[in-house]
């Protein structure tokens, strides 16, 4: 019987130890030899954490990483904004029976690649594009604005393309929470800011707090976004990695950055947590 | 025993007839345009191979077959100044074999120039495939005064330019400074002295920027619209242009085009060599050449394709450039990796100023 439950373990746990190791801890351990090798003074390989401290060395870098990440936070924020007065209508007002379908229409934007999306508000909001030339005719502005290729517009679209990431926790979790709660609170005397930060939000803060994290996850990693709809100014952390790899064919210095970002935002997210005095394994169950 | 045996036997010809299969088809790693449909049928009828086509550019390019040390592909197309310091340090390509190009369909003097260039050690590793330059794409109708690369920099036509966050544009606004940082290729830290004040002024005019294109495509669309009017771009982009609306067209900049050579290259582990060959004596074949030329514009390295050539395209080179013109074209010379690096933060630093 015990061996039977040992080969069984075997058997189902090897796919799983395959798909970690060979895809997810061999290419890491190779990113971090290849970040940690250089060359000496002359010429010849060498061992070095150069890579490392050019970083802290050169106030461009983590500039863009500061930026990245103070972005990605107010992503987050924004996202949540956004989702939860949604997710709150789907669960809570309206009737049971169209829950589902509205999630499914909460979803159905994300069936076509970010790249079709993303493509999809620059022709909205370009200058020879949708919205401007509706205005126009519309008589309200003269000549078109240029609303693509700033910082809002590229906040924007990171909230559009994580939204859904945020509202399907907090779905669920604002899906489990009993009515009677709110309706006891109504009846005891408590106002509706009460009510909402005394009862709903302590009782949805594991799906905020899982959410919260693949969104920040999600924007901080983004590459497609900011480049394509920040444009002139949107450096992101991602784009400098991509420019080290392709454009200068600097490797080490690129897993190294890689590595950094692995290991600053694993820091942002263990310090949100500690101060929300969240634990990540209740969060994500 | 016996079923794993059988298991083996199956994978063994199933890799065996995988590899047989690659081997009829010639896998090109290129840039967008250089293949027309056109011709990929005509070659596939005449050889029977089947032809895969990857798009791609030059830091992509070296790129990928770095990363797979020369395989995956039978045959590439880089620019011939990116050659022989990649090869030099990565060795991401074999040594081409000129016994089997037809040299006489090939302009003389571009051959022996590319060979010369892509030299590394006793060897030399490319082809001459077209030429261009870049310069500037303007709409002469709504920014007739722009005519050098400065005018990238100028506040008359604030929110109307674009250009590429890439080496040509520093380069090009340098020669415009009046300085020759091909002659200071040698010299890094000249070099990034120049770069330095290059980078220093293209920040302070960053505000009229509208945005640094990435997609040759998709900087045509916005020349064509009318959002921008002066943008640095490739000499076959503006005259894609002048076809469609006359007032837009390739203007040569006052300090010099910027010429480059795009070429044959083939890849250390390419499968279907004989394959590459064949396809590089099909693309310079004159009247392949001109099929090619009349559908991108880009001038081609074939030497009698031009009896082949529709004669709107004939005459843009006539238009753009003056004999004088031709002679200031600025030909890249071959770049170091160093050279790279360097310009490559000072990008970084241009594109994070606010």
């Known amino acids: ?285 | 025993m016996k079923r794993m045996l059988a298991a083996a036997t199956i994978a063994f010809i199933g890799f065996a007839a995988t590899s047989a299969q690659s081997a009829e088809t010639l896998k090109i790693l290129t840039w967008k345009g250089y293949a027309p449909q056109e011709l990929v049928d005509k070659f596939e009828k005449e050889t029977g191979m089947k032809v895969e086509l990857t798009y791609t550019n030059n830091e992509e390019m070296i790129a990928k077959l770095r990363a797979t040390r020369g395989a995956g592909f039978d045959l590439a197309q880089p620019s011939q100044d990116r050659i022989s310091s990649v090869q030099a340090e990565f060795k991401i390509y074999q040594p081409m074999d000129y016994s089997k190009i037809n040299g006489d369909q090939i302009i003389g003097s571009m051959l022996d120039a590319v060979k010369k260039n892509t030299k590394v050690g006793d060897d030399s590793y490319g082809v001459p495939f077209c030429y261009g330059t870049s310069g500037l794409i303007v709409n002469k109708k709504l920014a007739p005064e722009a005519n050098d690369y400065t005018a990238l920099l100028d506040k008359t036509y604030e929110g109307r330019i674009s250009y590429r966050l890439k080496r040509p544009t520093l380069i090009g606004l340098a020669f415009a400074m009046g300085d020759d940082p091909f002659a200071k290729y040698g010299d890094p830290t000249a070099y990034k002295a120049l770069m330095d004040s290059v980078a220093g002024k293209m920040i302070e005019a960053k505000p009229y920027v509208k945005n640094y294109w990435s997609n040759g495509d998709a900087l045509l669309e916005m020349v064509r619209s009318g959002e921008v009017t002066v943008a640095m771009g490739w000499d076959n982009g503006g005259w894609k242009l002048h076809g469609e609306n006359p007032d837009i067209d390739f203007v040569a900049p006052k300090s010099g085009a910027l010429g480059w050579i795009d070429t044959f290259a083939i890849p250390a582990k390419a499968k279907n060599i004989e394959g590459a060959y064949e396809w590089i004596n099909f693309m310079l074949k004159p009247e392949n050449a001109a099929v090619f030329t009349n559908a991108e514009k880009y001038a081609t390295a074939s030497k009698g394709a031009g009896e082949f050539l529709d004669k709107e395209v004939a005459g843009n080179i006539t238009r753009s450039f003056t004999e004088a013109d031709i002679d200031n074209i600025k030909w890249y010379p071959p770049v170091g990796a160093d050279i790279e690096q360097l310009e490559g933060k000072i990008l970084d630093t241009v594109k994070a100023a606010n």
């Open chain 1, 1 to 285: 019987m015990k061996n039977y439950f040992r080969l069984g373990l075997l058997i189902f746990l090897t796919p799983v130890l395959l798909w970690l190791v060979l895809l997810i801890v061999i290419p890491h351990i190779e990113l971090l030899l290849m970040s940690l090798k250089g060359t000496d003074d002359y010429g010849n390989p060498a061992w070095t954490f150069s890579h490392y401290a050019t970083f802290f060395n050169e106030k461009i870098y983590w500039y863009t990483f500061v930026r990245t990440a103070v972005y990605a936070l107010a992503t987050t924020f924004l996202t949540f904004l956004v989702t939860f007065p949604v997710a709150f209508y789907i669960t809570k007002i309206v009737s049971k029976k169209f829950t589902g379908f509205l999630t499914i229409l909460l979803l159905m934007p994300f069936w076509v690649s970010e790249l079709v999306r993303v493509y999809g508000w620059m022709i909205l909001l370009r200058e020879s594009g949708v919205i401007n030339h509706i205005l126009i005719s519309l008589g309200i502005i003269n000549t078109p604005i240029e609303m693509l290729y700033n910082d809002v517009t590229m906040m924007m679209g990171l909230v559009y393309t994580s939204m859904l990431f945020m509202a399907v926790p907090l779905i669920s979790s604002l899906e489990g929470m009993d009515d009677s709660l709110i309706e006891a609170a109504h009846d005891l005397g408590a106002s509706p800011p009460t009510i909402f930060f005394k009862i709903i939000i302590p009782y949805a803060s594991h799906g905020i707090t899982s959410g919260a994290i693949v969104v920040f996850m999600l924007a901080l990693g983004n590459y497609l976004t900011p480049t394509l709809m920040g444009g002139k100014n949107s450096l992101w952390f991602t784009e400098q990695i991509y420019n080290e790899f392709i454009a200068s064919f600097n490797w080490n210095q690129g897993a190294a950055f890689g590595f950094l970002l692995l290991l600053l935002s694993s820091f942002i997210i263990w310090a949100g947590l500690k101060l929300t005095r969240q634990e990540l394994g209740r969060a994500l169950s």
